[in-house]
C-alpha cells in the first residue's frame, strides 16, 4: 500500500502546526497536522492513528460514527483507554453537537424514543432528555452506544486490510515499524529545516518504508518485528 503524505513547518489552515497530514485528509478541515510525538499512553502518533485506524480500516476522518469505530481499532492494537478518547464525544453528544449525521440518524433506538420533538435545538433536545433520564445515567447509556458503534466497525475494518493483502493481526507490528519511520523522516525535517515535503508511506506485513520525494530524494526502510517483539516494544514504550 502506497499512503502519500505532505509535510510543512507551518499549515496555513487555521491550527498553524508544524507536521505531516496524509494527503487523503487534505479536504477536512478539522484534521490537524501530526509530528512523531506520542503522548505519554499510546505508542504510536496521531499520524499512524489516521493511517492504520482510519484510512486502512475505511473509516473517515470526520464525524462521531467514524471516530468511534477508529478508537476501537486504535485501543485494539494499542491497548489505549477507550473511556479517554469516548468521553470529549460523549459530552459532545451531551450538548446536541453530533458531527457527521443527524440526532435521530446517530442515537440509538432506546434514547430516540424519549426525544422531544425536533421544534427544539439539539442541545435543547439533548437537555430535555438529561433532565428525564438523568445525566450520569444518559452518560453512561451514550457511552455504551459509543462503544456498540465502535465495534461494528471490527468486521468491515477486518475485511478492508485483508482486502489490501495486509495482515489485520499485525496492526500492532505495523503501527510501530510506521511510528520509527515517521520518527526518522520527522528528524530530518527538523534538523534539514524543511518547510515543505512530500513523501509516501509504503505498508506491507513484513516491511515498511517511507519514500521522501521533495526536497531530498530519500528512501527509509525497516522490517515490521514479529508479533511477540512488537508487544514486547509497545509495553516497554507505555512504562
Known sequence: MRIPVTYRDEWQDGFGARGWKLDASLVESTVISSTAYT???VPTSVLIHDILDHLLSGFGFSGHRNEAMAVVQLASRTGADIEISFRPMVEEVLHGRILGESLEAFLPDTLKHDLPADTLSEGERMSCLSRKLGEQRLRSLLFAHFQAVGEEGIRPAKARWYRAGLNYDR????GLCLQELLAQADEMAL????QHARACFLVDNRKCGLSIEFPEPHELWLPVNDED???GNNMRTES
Open 229 to 231: 517483539s512488537a508487544i
Open 171 to 174: 496492526r500492532t507490528a505495523i
Open 191 to 194: 534538523s534539514r529545516r524543511w
Open 39 to 41: 503522548g505519554e499512553k
